[in-house]
């Protein structure tokens, strides 16, 4: 059993702790904010009862104030920090210097390139790679391991063998560019939504109601390039010659949701963004995919074919 190490014990930290002490792996985690980190078991123990699993599992978790403490003996660190590149590289550049040799280093960084992550770590980066998790990570099958030019392969090898041997359904980006593989996506799409409700097209309860109840219905057995195969490449073309020069392609982000922001228009943590929100109906939001995650848990393997 590899010993495991995670940084930041907020949101995703903890939850990637969660899914290596389950599966038997002992885990050190840290965090700076004494508060954070001592929350961690509670928050844990809810997560294992509300799954069915041993709650003895939240034991094999340690809390660490000191990052040395937490790092010098493990065989791979998961750094989950707040997604800033400055903060991310003065902590690789800290654990690159008092972690053992061959110890795997992993960013759960959503869109900063691993190579900017890495550019102040000693031995040019080359056991620092990435692994971009989904909230929550003991609920979403997928981890993105992001190869950066000067990641040694072996460790990509090496980490996506520990992720399949915990659960997790581990694919490799072989390039390292910003937002990796499902992040470009999703925002590709996010930004397509914004543009039509900026355009007037249409109102945003209808663009979501448009997509749950078209595509993404599908999306869960059909990914796009299968239904492009199934459709026909021929089909795809003529299409895409009538409405890609129609789609949003500003690089830029949406005036609307600069304007909504300056409103203090923030969704539900301000009860309005593209909808008004109530505490009562977000935390309805919250609680349906909470259930919806689950009940996919329950199920088994994931959708990998």
Known sequence: MEKIAVIGAGLMGHGIAQVFAVMGHDV??????????????ERVSANLQSLGFDPSSVERITLHRALK?????ADIVFEAAPENLELKQGI??????VTKPGCILASNTSVIPIGEIA?????A??????THWWNPPYLIPLVEVIQAPQTDPVYIEK???????????????????????????QHALWREAISIVAAGICDAE?????????????????????????????????????????L?????????????????????????????????????VRDRLTQYLRKALQKGEPLDG
């Open 248 to 284: 949003e392609a500003s690089p830029e982000p949406s005036p609307l949701l600069a304007h909504y922001i300056g409103e203090q228009r923030l969704g539900m943590k301000s009860c309005k963004g593209f909808y008004e929100w109530t505490p009562e109906s977000a935390q309805g």
């Open 69 to 73: 403490a937490a790092v010098e003996n």
């Open 125 to 130: 980066g080359r056991r620092i790679l990435g």
């Open 206 to 246: 209808t663009v979501d109601l448009v997509v749950k109840n078209s595509f993404g219905i599908r999306l869960p057995i059909l990914g796009p390039l299968e239904n492009a195969d199934l459709v026909g490449l021929d089909l795809t073309l003529a299409i895409h010659n009538v409405i890609l020069r129609h």
């Open 159 to 185: 980490c996506i063998h520990l992720l399949k041997r915990v659960g997790k359904l581990a694919v490799h980006v072989k390039r390292d560019v910003p937002g990796f593989v499902g992040n470009r996506l």
């Open 28 to 41: 050190a985690i840290h965090d700076p904010f004494p508060e954070v980190l001592a929350r961690v078991p």
């Open 119 to 123: 550019a102040k770590a000693e031995d």
């Open 92 to 97: 690789f550049a800290d654990i690159s210097k």
